[in-house]
């Protein structure tokens, strides 16, 4: 039972440079979420999918795109790496939009960009 | 203020001690309230959550939900070493969104 799965769990990139974060779920849930997590400022949600074929702007999109790409698999992009984006990433999924029964979450990404 | 304000901590307590974390919400809309326990270099795990007043326990975990002072506190009775982690509190918004926002934590230390 793997639950929520994301790959890579570290990456150093140089500024300017682009990547993915990818992040699958095997539960069947519908909405799926990345956050970032800095030190003192707790979680905070990037862009989040409500259900398959949509997705919405969190606290703090700027930088990021993301793409729903079926509903097991929502990747997060940074198109150009800035030094502010280090950080640590969590993709979570729920079962619906409504959040009820809250998050599972995925093992993490940390990213540096220097 | 802060949507969702924990004490930073560390909180300190000895083992088989009661650990009483606290929360606090500034949406009076909101609905759902969650605990979430996060140990070093992991990522956060789903304990509790809660809906209604009052008390909800599970195991050694109890959380406590008042809606009218708007907060929400956890409490770990028998405290075991392996309880030390940071614990996230979250809060589902009400009206106009379903979002979650999460404190920033409470850094939990058992001493063995």
């Known amino acids: 039972n793997a639950g929520v799965t994301q790959t890579p769990k570290f990456q150093v990139l140089k500024t300017g440079q682009s990547m993915t974060l990818q992040c699958a779920q095997d539960?069947?849930?519908?909405?799926m979420y990345w956050y970032r997590q800095d030190p003192g400022m707790g979680l905070r949600l990037i862009y989040y999918s409500a259900s398959e074929g949509t997705t919405d702007k969190g606290e703090v999109p700027n930088g990021y795109n993301v793409s729903r790409l079926n509903k097991r698999e929502f990747s997060l992009r940074l198109e150009s790496a800035a030094p502010s984006q280090t950080s640590v990433y969590f993709c979570?999924?729920?079962?619906?939009?409504?959040?009820?029964?809250?998050?599972?979450f995925g093992s993490g990404t940390r990213l540096t960009v220097v | 203020q802060k949507e969702v304000e924990q004490n930073s901590g560390p909180l300190s307590v000895p083992e088989g001690a009661i650990a009483s974390l606290n929360c606090t919400y500034s949406?009076?809309?909101?609905?759902?309230f969650f605990w979430y326990r996060q140990y070093s270099g992991k990522s956060p795990e789903l304990i509790m959550f809660i809906y209604s007043n009052g008390d909800k326990e599970d195991g050694r975990f109890t959380a406590q939900l008042n809606k009218a002072s708007q907060y929400v506190s956890l409490l770990i009775r028998d405290s075991q070493p392996s309880d030390s982690a940071t614990y996230l509190c979250a809060v589902n918004k009400g009206a106009g969104g379903f979002k979650t926002i999460f404190g920033a934590g409470t850094r939990l230390f058992v001493k063995a």
């Open positions: 949406d009076r809309g909101s609905q759902s």
């Open positions: 539960m069947n849930h519908n909405s």
């Open positions: 979570a999924s729920s079962e619906s939009e409504a959040n009820n029964y809250g998050y599972t």
